[in-house]
């Protein structure tokens, strides 16, 4: 049985970080790209930031870009997400995804997790 499990996710004020964590478990962690997605009330939900299985491969949205860094640690099944600068409009629920291929689309992803709430006071 495939868990993604977050964590990580709180209140912080505009300007200020959070690390964001997911743990895998149920499959084998390197046959499979990681991604993070997030979905804000009312909205559809939208990439945030990809890596491939070996970390060769990395994408973010623009939005998020310069300010968001995605990375792995296949010894302990584990991919994270470090967000700086936040800004109120980073406030959503955060999803981490494995899928077979390194990719931006939520469609492309077979596993999800429950998500985090982050939320950003301005």
């Known amino acids: 049985q495939v868990q993604l499990v977050e964590s990580g996710g709180g209140l912080v004020q505009a300007g200020g970080s959070l690390r964001l964590s997911c743990a895998a478990s149920g499959l084998t962690f390197t046959f499979y790209a990681m991604g993070w997605f997030r979905q804000a009330p009312g909205k559809e939900r939208e990439f945030v930031a990809a890596?491939?299985?070996?970390?060769?491969?990395?994408y973010y949205a623009d939005s998020v870009k310069g300010r968001f860094t995605i990375s792995r640690d296949n010894a302990k099944n584990t991919v994270a997400l470090q967000m700086n600068s936040l800004k109120p409009e980073d406030t959503a629920v955060y999803y981490c995804a494995a899928g077979r291929k390194t990719a931006q689309q939520a469609i492309d992803y077979d596993y999800w997790g429950q998500g985090t709430q982050v939320t950003i006071s301005s």
């Open positions: 890596i491939s299985w070996g970390g060769g491969n990395i």
